[in-house]
């Protein structure tokens, strides 16, 4: 899977756990396709600055679904679902 497609599907289950500055860089990053200079131009703070809490917001995410496996869980559930009719399907895909 693309690295950048993972980090977004990881951020949809971990993202609250970040600081508010943190989101916001990672999402212009990620969701708005910002460079690093656009993002620190923005709030006004390098580039270095930017790019080391986006580094901080990759890595834990990676840690915290090594240790929790939310992602993980969830694939594995929607792949069992699938031989369910679609009511009961669909209620268990609300839950996940």
Do not use: P, W
């Amino acid at each position: 899977m693309d690295k950048k497609i993972y980090l977004n599907n990881l951020y949809d289950y971990y993202g609250g756990l970040f600081t508010d500055k943190q989101q916001e860089y990672f999402e212009d990053y990620y969701f708005e396709d910002l460079s690093l200079s656009e993002i620190a131009e923005n709030n006004g703070v390098s580039r270095n600055a930017v790019h080391g809490q986006i580094k901080i917001v990759e890595e834990k995410l990676l840690f915290y679904e090594e240790k929790l496996k939310l992602y993980e869980k969830s694939q594995k559930i929607k792949a069992l679902v699938q031989d369910l009719d679609d009511e009961k399907r669909n209620k268990i895909e609300e839950l996940i």
